[in-house]
């Protein structure tokens, strides 16, 4: 989770693999919907 910044740095992945991300909000009102996947080769 991210709160109150619009970047996230992530650099503890592997790359030799394949990875799949995608971005919901989430508030005291609930989850909203996902935006597509992306996937990250």
Do not use: C, R
């Given at each position: 989770?991210?709160?109150?910044?619009?970047?996230?740095?992530?650099?503890?992945?592997?790359?030799?693999?394949?990875?799949?991300?995608?971005?919901?909000?989430?508030n005291?009102?609930?989850?909203?919907?996902?935006?597509?996947?992306?996937?990250?080769?």
């Open positions: 989770m991210v709160h109150g910044n619009n970047e996230y740095w992530l650099n503890t992945m592997d790359p030799t693999k394949t990875y799949f991300f995608t971005i919901e909000a989430v005291e009102n609930g989850v909203g919907k996902q935006f597509a996947h992306v996937k990250v080769e």
